[in-house]
């Protein structure tokens, strides 16, 4: 099955659920015979429960982590950070343009973004390349208002109430 029309999809916010959003996206396309991938930027520590998920829906779905393990320093990131970020769009361009894949996940692109280690001009021309029946998922804090315009989804992820603020540290499973 291949898609009609794909759409250009942004999950933004200051809360919880953004990948757990694309996640089930992915769940269902996979459900209706699409092939998908996400591409994952900053999240090169792995061990998340969605790897192993992956693994049990190969190929239909196809989850490439990138990045270095920790966190990048958003004022200062290293130059390896810089690296892994355009080797990881590039991998998601090649990806996306392949035809072997119905939706394209790219998962913490804003924030790669917003850390400097991408441009959002980059990212406008790959989705401005985006063939028409590829479903391009784009998810992270901050997305930069141009993606926003060009979207033809943005769902805003708002945080009203977190147990993580009450000494809930991320459980397996559940958040990671």
Not at 17 to 44: D, E, H, N, Y
Not at 83 to 98: P, S, V
Not at 132 to 147: F, H, S
Request: proline share 4%.
């Amino acid at each position: 099955m291949k898609l009609k029309q794909g759409c250009v999809q942004v999950y933004t916010g200051n809360s919880k659920g953004k990948t757990t959003a694309a996640l089930g996206l992915a769940l269902r396309a996979v459900g209706r015979g699409l092939r998908v991938v996400m591409i994952q930027f900053l999240k090169g520590g792995g061990g998340y429960g969605e790897h192993i998920a992956a693994q049990r829906l190969a190929p239909e779905l196809t989850i490439i982590p990138t990045g270095r393990p920790g966190w990048v320093n958003k004022e200062n990131p290293a130059e390896e950070d810089r690296r892994l970020a355009l080797e990881a769009f590039a991998l998601a361009r090649e990806k996306m343009l392949t035809n072997e894949y119905d939706v394209v996940i790219l998962d913490e692109i804003n924030v790669a973004i917003s850390f400097g280690l991408l441009q959002v001009d980059d990212l406008l021309q790959l989705i401005s390349q985006r063939p028409a029946d590829v479903e391009l998922v784009l998810t992270g804090r901050n997305a930069d208002p141009r993606l926003i315009e060009v979207a033809d989804l943005v769902t805003e992820m708002r945080e009203i109430k977190h147990y993580y603020k009450a000494g809930v540290p991320a459980r397996e499973g559940i958040e990671k």
